[in-house]
């Protein structure tokens, strides 16, 4: 069922990337016998598309969307200054070869790289090389052979493969937009001699990543990109109008998350935090389910009572803390979480006030209560039990 729900989930995120790929391959047909006077204006179209899209990234910073949008403008400004600058078709030109050979393995890299890197100005500095490196080729007319033109369409086809697994696997507004964008790059290159197309396909390659950037941005206001569950910002939107009047909370923490940090660092903590997520949904909780904090995470029931919710939450702590998660043969490791549970009272206005009352009660105790379920009003119950003996 899972593998389905991926499966619908990655066809939704490419629907609208798609759609602009067939638009571009439309306007490549129709304006086929287009003037050369004309292309001024398909010029004009690319810059535009450049501009808004790294005007945005200004503001939304995202490495891979970044260096994927200076690739394609890289290979727009060198390829037509080779073009204009000699009579000679370009595929006749040395560097055709060596452009068909190392693009797929750019954008691989492009792909693989996080959102947000530390090492992305040496990424910058390896690209900055490569094309120092593709120049001299170019100047001393050093080229490949034929066979090499089948070597590149055979990395081409492996980067495609590669990109259908991964989307598929984990789709992605932008990893599925990057599968379209990076297809119209090798439509520009295959039809390099035609100025049209070449500029075309790679106009809406740009056009396409800055769309997904712009739908991502508000995907991840709302959602949580590494889980998809809701965020902090749908939390405080929800409530008064979708919630009744009676409902109970839990939240929890992933144990010791700084020193998971410290540890495996961010992509590997990323992958561990997704491992617990998913054994505790394994108990299919019926409740909405938010990401609050890297950390933090809380679920809201509206058709049980705060025992029934403890009840379930307490099998939850169990089954995590009896799990093994396997990194590697070499790293398997005993994960906890500290959950807390309670329920809406009058005195609240609302599921902050709720959660915000949990959280000082929780902080006071977390030292002590670590990998134990608390839950409110049963400590509330005990204490009065106790102090009725007196």
Same mark, same amino acid.
């Given at each position: ?52 899209? @790294?005007?945005?990234? /200004? $503001? ?5 969307? &970044? #260096?994927?949008? *200076?690739? +394609?403008?890289?290979?727009? =400004? ?45 990424? @910058?500095?390896?690209? /900055? $090389? ?5 120049? &001299? #080729?170019?100047? *001393?007319? +050093?080229?490949?052979?034929? =066979? ?58 740009? #056009? ?183």
């Amino acid at each position: 069922m899972r593998g389905i729900l991926k499966l619908l989930t990655s066809v939704k995120d490419s629907l609208l990337p798609a759609f602009i790929t067939l638009i571009a391959v439309f306007c490549t047909i129709v304006f086929k016998n287009t003037e050369t006077s004309e292309i001024f204006l398909i010029n004009l179209f690319f810059y535009i598309v450049a501009l808004l899209d @790294f005007s945005f990234l /200004l $503001f939304k910073k995202n490495m891979r969307s &970044t #260096f994927l949008a *200076l690739f +394609i403008l890289t290979l727009y =400004v060198s390829i037509r200054q080779i073009t204009l600058s000699t009579l000679l078709p370009i595929t006749a030109s040395s560097i055709y070869l060596w452009l068909m050979l190392l693009t797929p393995l750019n954008l691989f890299i492009i792909f693989q790289m996080p959102p947000n890197t530390r090492f992305s100005f040496y990424i @910058f500095c390896s690209f /900055l $090389f490569e094309a120092f490196v593709l120049e &001299t #080729f170019y100047l *001393l007319e +050093i080229t490949l052979g034929d =066979v090499f033109y089948s070597v590149a369409l055979v990395f081409w086809l492996l980067l495609f493969v590669f990109l259908l697994f991964s989307i598929s696997s984990h789709p992605s507004i932008q990893k599925n937009a990057s599968f379209f964008a990076d297809l119209l790059i090798f439509l520009s290159l295959l039809n390099i001699e035609d100025t049209l197309t070449f500029i075309l396909s790679l106009s809406f390659a740009l #056009f396409i990543l800055f769309v997904s950037d712009i739908l991502s941005a508000i995907y991840s206001y709302f959602r949580d990109e590494l889980t998809g569950l809701y965020s902090i910002h749908s939390f405080k939107r929800h409530d008064k109008k979708t919630f009744p009047p009676k409902y109970t909370i839990a939240f929890f923490y992933l144990d010791n998350y700084s020193k998971l940090l410290n540890v495996f660092k961010q992509n590997l903590t990323d992958k561990l935090t997704l491992m617990v997520l998913q054994r505790a949904l394994s108990l299919e909780p019926p409740a909405l389910i938010y990401r609050l904090k890297s950390n933090q995470f809380c679920l809201i029931f509206f058709d049980m009572d705060v025992k029934q919710t403890y009840e379930l939450i307490e099998n939850m702590r169990r089954l995590i803390a009896g799990t093994e998660f396997v990194l590697n043969k070499k790293q398997i490791l005993k994960l906890t979480i500290t959950p807390i549970v309670s329920e809406k009272r009058r005195s609240d206005a609302d599921v902050f006030d709720v959660l915000m009352r949990m959280h000082e009660n929780f902080r006071q105790r977390y030292t002590f209560t670590q990998n134990m379920t608390f839950c409110e009003e049963i400590e509330q119950t005990k204490k009065t039990r106790r102090l009725s003996h007196f």
